[in-house]
Protein backbone atom coordinates (compact mmCIF):
# COMPACT_ATOMS: atom_id res chain seq x y z
CA UNK A 1 0.00 0.00 0.00
CA UNK A 2 1.55 3.48 -0.64
CA UNK A 3 2.37 5.34 1.95
CA UNK A 4 0.09 8.36 1.02
CA UNK A 5 -3.24 5.21 -0.01
CA UNK A 6 -2.72 4.49 3.62
CA UNK A 7 -2.51 7.73 5.28
CA UNK A 8 -5.66 9.22 3.18
CA UNK A 9 -7.65 6.08 4.69
CA UNK A 10 -7.56 6.83 7.98
CA UNK A 11 -9.38 9.65 9.73
CA UNK A 12 -6.41 10.63 11.74
CA UNK A 13 -6.25 14.37 11.42
CA UNK A 14 -3.00 15.07 13.33
CA UNK A 15 -1.00 12.90 10.95
CA UNK A 16 -2.91 14.19 8.07
CA UNK A 17 -1.95 17.91 9.07
CA UNK A 18 1.80 16.88 9.05
CA UNK A 19 1.68 14.98 5.75
CA UNK A 20 0.21 18.32 4.43
CA UNK A 21 2.58 20.41 6.08
CA UNK A 22 5.17 19.00 3.92
CA UNK A 23 3.88 19.04 0.71
CA UNK A 24 3.32 22.88 1.14
CA UNK A 25 6.73 23.27 2.46
CA UNK A 26 7.50 21.49 -1.07
CA UNK A 27 5.47 23.86 -2.44
CA UNK A 28 6.91 27.01 -1.24
CA UNK A 29 10.57 25.76 -1.66
CA UNK A 30 9.13 24.68 -4.93
CA UNK A 31 7.81 28.69 -6.09
CA UNK A 32 9.47 31.55 -7.22
CA UNK A 33 7.46 33.26 -4.94
CA UNK A 34 4.69 36.08 -4.61
CA UNK A 35 6.43 38.73 -6.98
CA UNK A 36 3.13 40.70 -8.03
CA UNK A 37 3.64 44.33 -8.64
CA UNK A 38 1.92 46.54 -5.94
CA UNK A 39 1.26 48.85 -2.95
CA UNK A 40 3.48 46.81 -0.47
CA UNK A 41 6.96 48.00 1.05
CA UNK A 42 9.11 45.30 0.47
CA UNK A 43 11.13 45.94 -3.03
CA UNK A 44 11.25 43.61 -5.58
CA UNK A 45 13.37 45.14 -8.54
CA UNK A 46 14.21 48.19 -10.47
CA UNK A 47 12.78 48.50 -13.88
CA UNK A 48 12.99 51.25 -16.49
CA UNK A 49 10.44 54.25 -16.99
CA UNK A 50 8.06 54.09 -19.06
CA UNK A 51 5.39 56.96 -20.60
CA UNK A 52 2.88 54.80 -18.68
CA UNK A 53 4.12 55.10 -15.47
CA UNK A 54 3.51 58.10 -13.33
CA UNK A 55 5.93 60.59 -12.79
CA UNK A 56 6.30 59.74 -8.32
CA UNK A 57 7.21 56.13 -9.12
CA UNK A 58 10.73 57.44 -10.40
CA UNK A 59 13.24 56.52 -8.23
CA UNK A 60 16.07 60.02 -8.52
CA UNK A 61 18.67 58.30 -6.57
CA UNK A 62 18.78 55.09 -9.04
CA UNK A 63 18.87 57.25 -12.25
CA UNK A 64 21.25 59.23 -11.04
CA UNK A 65 23.80 56.45 -10.80
CA UNK A 66 22.50 55.36 -14.58
CA UNK A 67 22.03 56.75 -17.85
CA UNK A 68 18.76 56.13 -17.69
CA UNK A 69 15.50 56.77 -15.77
CA UNK A 70 14.34 53.80 -13.28
CA UNK A 71 11.38 53.27 -11.33
CA UNK A 72 11.19 51.25 -8.25
CA UNK A 73 8.79 48.23 -7.87
CA UNK A 74 7.39 46.62 -4.45
CA UNK A 75 5.80 43.26 -4.28
CA UNK A 76 1.81 43.17 -3.96
CA UNK A 77 1.21 42.91 -0.14
CA UNK A 78 -2.65 42.72 0.49
CA UNK A 79 -3.96 39.41 1.38
CA UNK A 80 -6.23 37.69 -1.07
CA UNK A 81 -9.24 35.05 -0.03
CA UNK A 82 -9.12 31.87 -1.62
CA UNK A 83 -11.71 29.63 -1.62
CA UNK A 84 -11.56 25.71 -1.51
CA UNK A 85 -14.17 23.44 -2.33
CA UNK A 86 -13.80 19.48 -3.36
CA UNK A 87 -16.63 17.61 -5.34
CA UNK A 88 -18.19 15.48 -2.25
CA UNK A 89 -20.55 13.46 -4.47
CA UNK A 90 -20.63 9.48 -4.91
CA UNK A 91 -18.09 9.25 -7.82
CA UNK A 92 -15.48 10.67 -5.86
CA UNK A 93 -15.71 7.71 -3.36
CA UNK A 94 -13.96 5.72 -6.40
CA UNK A 95 -10.60 4.36 -6.05
CA UNK A 96 -9.68 1.40 -8.46
CA UNK A 97 -6.93 0.01 -6.22
CA UNK A 98 -7.44 1.26 -2.64
CA UNK A 99 -3.94 -0.30 -1.58
CA UNK A 100 -2.02 2.11 -4.25
CA UNK A 101 -4.38 5.02 -5.18
CA UNK A 102 -6.72 7.35 -2.36
CA UNK A 103 -10.09 7.93 -3.62
CA UNK A 104 -10.54 11.01 -5.40
CA UNK A 105 -12.47 12.54 -2.64
CA UNK A 106 -9.81 11.95 -0.08
CA UNK A 107 -6.68 13.11 -2.61
CA UNK A 108 -8.78 16.01 -3.57
CA UNK A 109 -9.24 16.94 0.41
CA UNK A 110 -4.99 16.31 1.09
CA UNK A 111 -4.56 18.74 -2.75
CA UNK A 112 -6.73 21.72 -0.77
CA UNK A 113 -5.13 21.00 2.89
CA UNK A 114 -1.94 21.13 1.32
CA UNK A 115 -2.63 24.12 -0.76
CA UNK A 116 -3.98 26.10 2.48
CA UNK A 117 -1.00 25.55 4.54
CA UNK A 118 1.42 26.87 2.02
CA UNK A 119 -1.42 29.68 1.09
CA UNK A 120 -1.76 30.43 5.12
CA UNK A 121 2.19 30.98 5.39
CA UNK A 122 2.30 33.21 3.08
CA UNK A 123 -0.34 35.47 4.84
CA UNK A 124 -3.64 35.01 2.47
CA UNK A 125 -6.94 33.81 3.37
CA UNK A 126 -8.62 30.25 3.28
CA UNK A 127 -12.49 30.61 2.96
CA UNK A 128 -14.01 27.14 2.93
CA UNK A 129 -17.70 27.41 1.41
CA UNK A 130 -20.05 28.22 4.48
CA UNK A 131 -17.65 29.50 6.93
CA UNK A 132 -15.99 32.36 7.65
CA UNK A 133 -12.52 33.09 6.28
CA UNK A 134 -9.29 31.89 8.32
CA UNK A 135 -6.35 33.40 8.46
CA UNK A 136 -2.55 32.52 9.76
CA UNK A 137 -0.75 29.13 9.97
CA UNK A 138 -2.41 28.11 13.07
CA UNK A 139 -5.48 27.92 11.48
CA UNK A 140 -4.39 25.24 9.16
CA UNK A 141 -6.27 21.94 11.97
CA UNK A 142 -9.29 24.12 11.29
CA UNK A 143 -9.11 24.13 7.62
CA UNK A 144 -8.93 20.09 7.70
CA UNK A 145 -12.03 20.01 9.66
CA UNK A 146 -13.69 21.95 7.11
CA UNK A 147 -12.55 20.41 4.49
CA UNK A 148 -13.42 16.85 5.93
CA UNK A 149 -16.62 17.81 6.66
CA UNK A 150 -17.32 19.59 3.37
CA UNK A 151 -20.53 18.33 1.39
CA UNK A 152 -21.88 21.30 -0.62
CA UNK A 153 -22.41 20.92 -4.35
CA UNK A 154 -20.90 23.69 -6.68
CA UNK A 155 -24.42 25.05 -7.81
CA UNK A 156 -25.11 25.54 -3.62
CA UNK A 157 -22.15 27.24 -1.57
CA UNK A 158 -23.55 30.35 -0.40
CA UNK A 159 -22.64 34.05 -0.46
CA UNK A 160 -18.96 34.05 -1.79
CA UNK A 161 -16.76 36.93 -1.62
CA UNK A 162 -16.78 38.99 -4.75
CA UNK A 163 -13.30 39.22 -6.07
CA UNK A 164 -12.23 36.46 -4.67
CA UNK A 165 -10.03 33.68 -6.26
CA UNK A 166 -11.70 29.95 -6.12
CA UNK A 167 -9.97 26.47 -6.12
CA UNK A 168 -12.29 23.85 -7.29
CA UNK A 169 -11.59 20.09 -7.62
CA UNK A 170 -13.83 17.24 -9.49
CA UNK A 171 -14.34 14.48 -11.39
CA UNK A 172 -16.71 16.46 -13.52
CA UNK A 173 -18.48 13.60 -14.37
CA UNK A 174 -21.97 15.21 -14.93
CA UNK A 175 -23.68 16.72 -17.49
CA UNK A 176 -21.13 19.67 -19.17
CA UNK A 177 -24.56 21.77 -19.36
CA UNK A 178 -24.81 21.61 -15.87
CA UNK A 179 -21.29 22.32 -15.01
CA UNK A 180 -21.43 25.10 -17.22
CA UNK A 181 -24.33 26.37 -15.79
CA UNK A 182 -22.41 26.34 -12.03
CA UNK A 183 -19.28 27.71 -13.17
CA UNK A 184 -21.12 31.08 -15.18
CA UNK A 185 -22.78 31.92 -11.72
CA UNK A 186 -19.81 31.81 -10.04
CA UNK A 187 -18.02 33.96 -12.61
CA UNK A 188 -20.82 35.98 -12.59
CA UNK A 189 -19.64 36.48 -8.94
CA UNK A 190 -16.14 37.59 -9.65
CA UNK A 191 -14.67 34.82 -8.68
CA UNK A 192 -11.13 34.36 -10.09
CA UNK A 193 -11.39 30.34 -10.49
CA UNK A 194 -9.34 27.30 -11.50
CA UNK A 195 -10.73 23.90 -11.95
CA UNK A 196 -9.06 21.05 -11.01
CA UNK A 197 -10.36 17.86 -13.01
CA UNK A 198 -9.48 15.01 -10.99
CA UNK A 199 -9.28 10.91 -12.39
CA UNK A 200 -8.29 7.62 -10.73
CA UNK A 201 -6.20 6.17 -13.11
CA UNK A 202 -8.22 3.48 -14.41
CA UNK A 203 -10.50 6.11 -15.49
CA UNK A 204 -8.19 7.70 -17.93
CA UNK A 205 -7.08 4.18 -19.09
CA UNK A 206 -10.00 1.48 -18.71
CA UNK A 207 -7.22 -1.39 -18.48
CA UNK A 208 -9.78 -4.29 -17.44
CA UNK A 209 -10.65 -7.09 -19.69
CA UNK A 210 -13.05 -9.89 -20.16
CA UNK A 211 -16.60 -9.92 -18.88
CA UNK A 212 -17.01 -6.74 -16.02
CA UNK A 213 -20.11 -5.25 -14.25
CA UNK A 214 -19.45 -1.23 -13.65
CA UNK A 215 -21.14 -0.58 -10.32
CA UNK A 216 -22.36 3.42 -10.26
CA UNK A 217 -21.62 5.35 -7.36
CA UNK A 218 -24.31 7.78 -8.02
CA UNK A 219 -27.71 7.67 -6.80
CA UNK A 220 -30.32 5.72 -8.78
CA UNK A 221 -27.37 4.78 -11.16
CA UNK A 222 -27.71 0.81 -12.69
CA UNK A 223 -25.09 -1.21 -13.13
CA UNK A 224 -23.71 -1.80 -16.25
CA UNK A 225 -22.68 -4.88 -17.70
CA UNK A 226 -19.84 -5.46 -20.58
CA UNK A 227 -19.31 -8.72 -21.74
CA UNK A 228 -15.06 -7.76 -23.43
CA UNK A 229 -13.94 -4.15 -21.90
CA UNK A 230 -11.42 -4.71 -24.74
CA UNK A 231 -13.95 -4.03 -27.01
CA UNK A 232 -15.07 -0.79 -25.99
CA UNK A 233 -11.99 0.46 -24.77
CA UNK A 234 -11.19 2.96 -27.63
CA UNK A 235 -14.51 4.20 -27.83
CA UNK A 236 -14.54 5.12 -23.97
CA UNK A 237 -11.18 6.76 -24.62
CA UNK A 238 -12.98 8.69 -27.05
CA UNK A 239 -15.68 9.63 -25.36
CA UNK A 240 -13.78 11.07 -22.00
CA UNK A 241 -11.51 12.86 -23.87
CA UNK A 242 -14.57 14.83 -25.65
CA UNK A 243 -15.72 15.19 -21.96
CA UNK A 244 -12.60 16.30 -20.75
CA UNK A 245 -12.40 19.12 -23.53
CA UNK A 246 -15.78 19.81 -23.14
CA UNK A 247 -15.25 21.03 -19.27
CA UNK A 248 -12.03 22.63 -20.49
CA UNK A 249 -13.80 25.15 -22.91
CA UNK A 250 -16.48 25.84 -20.20
CA UNK A 251 -13.46 26.69 -17.64
CA UNK A 252 -11.48 28.99 -20.07
CA UNK A 253 -14.83 30.40 -21.14
CA UNK A 254 -14.87 31.75 -17.75
CA UNK A 255 -11.58 33.04 -17.59
CA UNK A 256 -10.86 30.18 -15.51
CA UNK A 257 -7.65 28.39 -15.39
CA UNK A 258 -7.74 24.52 -15.98
CA UNK A 259 -5.75 21.56 -14.07
CA UNK A 260 -5.84 17.90 -14.58
CA UNK A 261 -4.09 15.25 -12.21
CA UNK A 262 -5.14 11.90 -11.16
CA UNK A 263 -4.95 10.20 -7.73
CA UNK A 264 -1.60 8.66 -8.77
CA UNK A 265 -0.17 12.09 -9.13
CA UNK A 266 2.60 13.69 -6.61
CA UNK A 267 0.81 15.80 -4.31
CA UNK A 268 3.81 18.64 -4.56
CA UNK A 269 3.51 18.44 -8.08
CA UNK A 270 -0.44 18.53 -8.38
CA UNK A 271 -0.71 21.73 -5.86
CA UNK A 272 2.76 23.80 -7.03
CA UNK A 273 1.09 25.12 -10.65
CA UNK A 274 -1.58 26.25 -9.07
CA UNK A 275 -0.08 27.83 -5.66
CA UNK A 276 2.53 29.75 -8.40
CA UNK A 277 -0.93 31.02 -10.58
CA UNK A 278 -2.64 32.21 -7.28
CA UNK A 279 0.50 34.01 -6.24
CA UNK A 280 1.38 35.74 -9.75
CA UNK A 281 -2.52 36.23 -10.42
CA UNK A 282 -3.28 40.06 -10.58
CA UNK A 283 -6.82 40.98 -10.79
Do not use: C
Not at 8 to 22: F, G, H
Not at 110 to 136: C, I, K, T, Y
Not at 176 to 188: G, I, N, R, S
Request: hydrophobic share 40%; no cysteine.
Amino acid sequence: MSDLAELLQKDSLPELIVAAERVAMNVIQGSHGRRRVGMGESFWQFRSYLPSDPVRSIDWRQSAKRDNTYIRQTEWEAAQTVILWHDASGSMDYSSDPAKFPTKKRYAMFLLLSLAGALLRGGENVLVPGHRPLQGYPSLPHVAELLMQQGRPLSDLGKLPRDAHGVFVTDGLIDPEEMAQDVQQLALQRIDGHFVHILDPAEKSLPFSGHAVFTGLEEGEAPQKIQDVRTIRAAYQEQLEQHSKALKNIVKAAGWFFHETGTEDDAAAAVLPIYEMLMFSKR
